[in-house]
């Protein structure tokens, strides 16, 4: 693996003077997590902290084949239904559900982390005022 391939990796460690720098320096190979080496840990130079390449992802921890994950998140992302998507990946739908929690909730700590200090000026409620504005009337 190049140095690349590590440009969207950064120190998980808080204390490490290259705490979220991302393709730094600091991160060289340590070694394989699996035992198809298709997950990389790594090392830092800056702190001497050993992880994975997938830590602080929602990947993390997950021994089913990125390809597969990934076509998951495709077809819930596409819309598809949790039981059509079980059904085309070849995977059961409590995995399906339980991949669904998952990837809700790192989307869920990415977004409260990354969207502050928003102060709209206008708000537009059309959608939701006409979906309660219909249910108010009688025919």
């Known amino acids: 693996m190049s140095a690349e391939d590590f440009a969207q990796v950064a ?3 808080s204390d490490c003077p290259a705490y979220g720098q991302r393709g730094g ?12 080496k298709s997950i990389r ?9 050993n992880f994975s390449q997938r830590t602080n992802t929602p990947l993390f921890g997950l021994r089913t084949a990125e390809d ?15 039981r059509a998507t079980a059904r085309l990946c070849g995977v059961s739908l409590n995995t399906v559900l339980r991949l669904v929690a998952r ?13 502050r200090g928003i ?6 409620p059309d959608e939701a005022w006409s979906f309660v504005g219909k249910k108010g009337q009688t025919l």
Do not use: M, T, Y
């Open 41 to 49: 840990c790594l090392r830092c130079s800056s702190c001497g902290r």
């Open 68 to 82: 597969k994950l990934v076509a998951i998140a495709k077809h819930l992302a596409e819309g598809q239904g949790c």
């Open 119 to 124: 102060q709209p000026k206008q708000i537009q």
């Open 103 to 115: 990837f809700g909730k790192h989307a869920e700590r990415f977004h409260d982390s990354s969207v």
């Open 25 to 36: 320096a600091n991160l060289h190979p340590h070694g394989w997590s699996d035992r198809g």
């Open 11 to 13: 120190c998980p460690n």
